[in-house]
């Protein structure tokens, strides 16, 4: 059995340049990968090219790369929760593509499985498609939107082996499991870290083969992005 356990988060991002193209997990600030975020930021890397549901907020999460000016382009479903992220996409400091939820869960998917493209309604009469192909089937047009082609790959789960497995909990079951195996390489960070044959098979959510690193994380957050309380708490 291969073992891909690395001993820390600086060991499991050896290779990041400057420039590459990442595939970030979680949805809002939940499932996000800390560790990996944190470490992008010690780094310095530049003129990174992120794809995530999400853009963070202003001090957490991927907002941390944008106060940096790290991030060049960004990719991304829902960014309305990080003014940093709106000042510099009116400013034209950050090239922003945003597009339909399921279609950037789908390209990763399509990564994920060895496929060049997908065909979605998706976007179809909306500037989405501009400049895109577009076919018709069964009578509904489609637009081609090709899988991402991304250097590294960084998601969270819940639990994992050594040999790279993955069990995802709750909502972090988001864009992590198909961003697992859409990269060249796909590093995992794990609240906890355990030896093969501890976990069940019939649990697992991701199989070792679409992981190369997996790392235990450490000092998890896990902020609310927004906290709503009952008026008697």
Same mark, same amino acid.
């Given at each position: 059995?291969?073992?891909?356990?690395?001993?820390?988060?600086?060991?499991?991002?050896?290779?990041?340049?400057?420039?590459?193209?990442?595939?970030?997990?979680?949805?809002?600030?939940?499932?996000?990968?800390?560790?990996?975020?944190?470490?992008?930021?010690?780094?310095?890397?530049?003129?990174?090219?992120?794809?995530?549901?999400?853009?963070?907020?202003?001090?957490?999460?991927?907002?941390?790369?944008?106060?940096?000016?790290?991030?060049?382009?960004?990719?991304?479903?829902?960014?309305?929760?990080?003014? &940093?992220?709106?000042?510099?996409?009116?400013?034209?400091?950050?090239?922003?593509?945003?597009?339909?939820?399921?279609?950037?869960?789908?390209?990763?998917?399509?990564?994920?499985?060895?496929?060049?493209?997908?065909?979605?309604?998706?976007?179809?009469?909306?500037?989405?498609?501009?400049?895109?192909?577009?076919?018709?089937?069964?009578?509904?047009?489609?637009?081609?939107?090709?899988?991402?082609?991304?250097?590294?790959?960084?998601?969270?789960?819940?639990?994992?082996?050594?040999?790279?497995?993955?069990?995802?909990?709750?909502?972090?079951?988001?864009?992590?499991?198909?961003?697992?195996?859409?990269?060249?390489?796909?590093?995992?960070?794990?609240?906890?870290?355990?030896?093969?044959?501890?976990?069940?098979?019939?649990?697992?959510?991701?199989?070792?083969?679409?992981?190369?690193?997996?790392?235990?994380?450490?000092?998890? &957050?896990?902020?609310?992005?927004?906290?709503?309380?009952?008026?008697?708490?």
């Amino acid at each position: 059995m291969i073992c891909k356990k690395v001993n820390n988060i600086q060991e499991a991002l050896n290779g990041i340049q400057s420039g590459m193209t990442l595939l970030l997990g979680g949805f809002g600030l939940c499932g996000i990968p800390e560790n990996a975020i944190s470490e992008l930021v010690r780094l310095g890397v530049k003129d990174l090219t992120c794809i995530s549901n999400n853009a963070g907020v202003d001090d957490f999460g991927l907002g941390l790369l944008l106060q940096k000016h790290q991030v060049k382009k960004m990719i991304s479903s829902y960014v309305g929760e990080n003014d &940093e992220f709106e000042r510099q996409m009116l400013s034209g400091e950050l090239d922003v593509e945003l597009i339909p939820q399921g279609t950037l869960a789908e390209r990763c998917r399509a990564a994920q499985s060895g496929l060049p493209a997908i065909f979605t309604p998706a976007g179809f009469g909306t500037e989405v498609a501009i400049g895109k192909e577009t076919r018709e089937f069964d009578g509904k047009t489609y637009v081609l939107e090709r899988a991402f082609k991304a250097d590294f790959s960084f998601v969270k789960a819940w639990k994992g082996d050594t040999a790279g497995n993955l069990i995802f909990k709750g909502t972090a079951r988001n864009f992590n499991p198909n961003m697992c195996g859409a990269a060249t390489i796909t590093v995992a960070e794990v609240e906890e870290l355990v030896p093969v044959g501890n976990l069940d098979p019939n649990h697992i959510h991701i199989p070792g083969i679409f992981v190369q690193r997996i790392v235990k994380g450490e000092n998890y &957050e896990k902020r609310i992005e927004q906290l709503t309380l009952s008026p008697d708490s």
